[in-house]
């Protein structure tokens, strides 16, 4: 080629050419399913993480796990089969991989089970129970948990009142509490008794301890909160502290 030329002409990557990674190392390999993000954040600064041969000390340093080589305590690191849970989790029980204070943890349920580290898909405090989904797969668990998606869960709550409709009616309109909007997207009576009820309560979004809040604002007391479903999942009759593995046309639904 003439010399004059090439002088001056810009040189654009092709389309094969390698694009930039464009997450951080923390990130991907909580993508990969290896582990969570503040666990891979733990390893990175611990010294356990290598990229191409370099010890890396940066959480958030750049890589990309399809060009380069990125091992774990020596080992080489790979996407990790995708796996999905629903356990029925009793009260008393804490969603935590590790509980500062030493109580049990959901952890504790899974142990011996032989399965991949897995991240809980959204929260359910100590007090309540039924229906905790985990995964290691964190694009399906964020597509379950972001707001936007509004996927509704659905909750039987006992509450130390008997409710009449105006109270129901109010649960949907909602309150606003510490600065944020709690509402019921559907509240219905299931049965009463003398001096409490159990409520079908329905949420759309939710809030830290989000239901509690809700009815505590109306003077209202919870004595038991169960998760029974989630989108088109029913928890059904899965014995408490008991999991199995999703079918893939459930794992398919909850992705819609």
Do not use: F
């Amino acid at each position: 080629m003439d010399r004059k030329q090439g002088q001056g002409r810009r040189i654009t990557p092709g389309r094969g050419a390698a694009a930039a990674p464009k997450h951080g190392l923390a990130r991907v390999l909580s993508k990969l399913g290896v582990c969570s993000r503040s666990q891979a954040e733990k390893a990175i600064r611990e010294g356990r993480v290598s990229v191409d041969g370099r010890v890396v000390l940066d959480p958030e340093r750049p890589a990309d796990a399809a060009r380069q080589r990125i091992l774990l305590d020596g080992a080489p690191v790979s996407e990790a089969q995708r796996v999905y849970i629903v356990l029925n989790k009793p009260r008393g029980i804490v969603v935590s991989a590790a509980d500062e204070r030493g109580r049990d943890t959901v952890y504790d349920l899974l142990k011996d089970a032989g399965l991949p580290w897995l991240g809980p898909v959204g929260r359910l405090d100590k007090a309540s129970e039924g229906l905790l989904l985990l995964s290691n797969d964190s694009a399906w668990a964020a597509r379950l948990t972001e707001p936007r998606h509004h996927v509704d869960k659905t909750y039987h709550v006992q509450i130390d009142a008997v409710p009449d409709a105006a109270l129901l009616e109010r649960l949907a309109e909602g309150v606003v509490d510490e600065g944020e909007r709690l509402a019921a997207k559907q509240a219905t009576l299931l049965r009463t008794g003398e001096k409490n009820a159990w409520l079908e309560i329905v949420l759309d979004e939710g809030r830290n301890r989000h239901i509690r809040r809700l009815l505590e604002a109306h003077g209202i007391g919870v004595l038991r909160l169960i998760r029974v479903a989630i989108g088109t999942l029913p928890l059904g009759e899965l014995a408490k502290g008991r999991w199995r593995h999703l079918r893939p046309e459930e794992v398919a639904a909850l992705s819609r």
